[in-house]
């Protein structure tokens, strides 16, 4: 499907909210000083999309309703059978680009809309999590380019199907040598994280043999090259739902970061090494 721009949008211009939705981004809206207009870099997010049509189109009217005025948004859909394509239809003349066809996982998807993606900054929004208001201003102004900040982290709120409120999931970034140490805490959250193009061609494309954790491998190899900004401000909030990945209290993502944690560390003859493996032994 070809490439085209996404105007700034109004609510008036979108489908109408479904019927008892009220609130962010049903019935309400973000707008943006023109002012701001002239500085602000194209952002491309991605959207991987599988039989979560019950969040879907929450997802994606939190990126339209932005009030940014240069939004590159494409979903890749893995031929969805629950109404999501219904959904993204719904909304396609505000779509850079989007398919609905069989892939091999989130990652491959996600790499899928990478290849598409022509802004200066990317990230990727699962299709049960969604931004909040005024977001996209907050990363434009921080990764513009010359300001000096290559990947931004802010905070997430996790917000539960079952109506229990919601807990704030504070993003932070340390060091390199402090985020292989997961076991003390982890406290990137991926709705949250954005990074310029350059990053991208430094970095690569998401691991697709990670089912769990591709999030995590992205971070360490980013922070290989470059240091992440830290943003006192919640940009995001994640659906916690009986269907999500991490639904079992993010017990399989954990098995998973343990499982693949040495490929990161450094090599046996370095004391790190050493030092890591005394570390998680104690913890785990």
Not at 121 to 140: K, M, Q, R
Request: hydrophobic fraction near 35%; aromatic fraction near 14%.
């Amino acid at each position: 499907m070809p490439q085209k721009s996404n105007p700034v949008l109004t609510l008036e211009e979108l489908p109408p909210a479904p019927t008892g939705k009220t609130g962010w981004p049903w019935t309400e809206a973000t707008s943006i000083s023109s002012g701001y207009v002239s500085e602000l870099p194209k952002i491309s997010i991605v959207t991987p999309s599988f039989n979560q049509g019950s969040f879907l189109e929450q997802t994606i009217r939190s990126v339209l309703l932005q009030g940014y005025p240069d939004i590159e948004y494409i979903i890749i859909d893995g031929g969805s059978t629950d109404g999501s394509v219904a959904v993204i239809r719904k909304y396609e003349p505000w779509l850079a680009s989007w398919c609905s066809e069989k892939d091999r996982g989130q990652s491959h998807a996600i790499n899928k809309g990478f290849a598409k993606a022509t802004g200066q900054i990317l990230c990727w929004l699962n299709s049960d999590d969604y931004f909040l208001p005024g977001a996209l201003l907050t990363v434009g102004q921080t990764l513009a380019k010359g300001c000096g900040h290559y990947v931004l982290v802010g905070h997430c709120y996790r917000v539960h199907e079952d109506g229990t409120p919601p807990v704030l999931l504070k993003g932070r970034y340390q060091n390199r040598c402090r985020l292989l140490q997961f076991w003390r805490g982890y406290e990137m959250h991926q709705p949250a994280i954005f990074w310029r193009r350059e990053v991208f061609e430094k970095t690569g494309w998401l691991d697709e043999s990670l089912h769990l954790t591709m999030d995590f491998d992205y971070w360490v190899r980013i922070a290989r090259h470059f240091d992440f900004v830290n943003i006192d401000r919640v940009l995001a909030c994640t659906n916690y739902h009986a269907a999500a990945k991490t639904s079992d209290n993010y017990a399989g993502y954990y098995r998973e970061l343990k499982k693949y944690a040495r490929r990161y560390w450094p090599s046996l003859w370095r004391p790190q090494r050493w030092w890591l493996e005394l570390s998680m032994f104690r913890h785990l």
